[in-house]
């Protein structure tokens, strides 16, 4: 059974920063792109970081370039998401995405993924 569970949400103030991480069990993580999404109340869910499964490529939302950063630890199966300068508008539920595709992490579309965690929520306020 494959599982994947994000931890390190909390509420943070404007500026300040969080690292969220991603454990999988059940699949042979070093195989797998990982992705990280968010999805604000009443919006759709949206695409922040990927990262292919060897490293080698990431990709950015333009929202987030500059300020957050993806990375990986196959040897511990854990997918991480460091955000800085964090914003208001970066509050959301965040989710990280596994895909087993040559070039996954890199796709924008959620449909792309096959397995997901259940999320963790961040809270940016004064």
């Known amino acids: 059974q494959v599982q994947l569970v994000e931890s390190g949400g909390g509420l943070v103030q404007p500026g300040g920063s969080l690292r969220l991480s991603c454990v999988a069990s059940?699949?042979?993580?070093?195989?797998?792109?990982m992705g990280w999404f968010r999805q604000a109340p009443g919006r759709e869910r949206e695409f922040a970081a990927g990262?292919?499964?060897?490293?080698?490529?990431?990709r950015y939302a333009d929202s987030v370039k500059g300020r957050f950063t993806i990375s990986r630890d196959n040897a511990k199966s854990t997918v991480y998401l460091q955000m800085n300068s964090l914003k208001p508008e970066d509050t959301a539920v965040y989710y990280c995405a596994a895909d087993e595709s040559s070039v996954g992490g890199l796709f924008s579309n959620p449909n792309r993924y096959e397995y997901w965690g259940q999320g963790t929520q961040v809270t940016v306020s004064s």
């Open positions: 990262m292919t499964w060897n490293a080698g490529g990431t």
């Open positions: 059940g699949l042979t993580f070093r195989n797998y792109g």
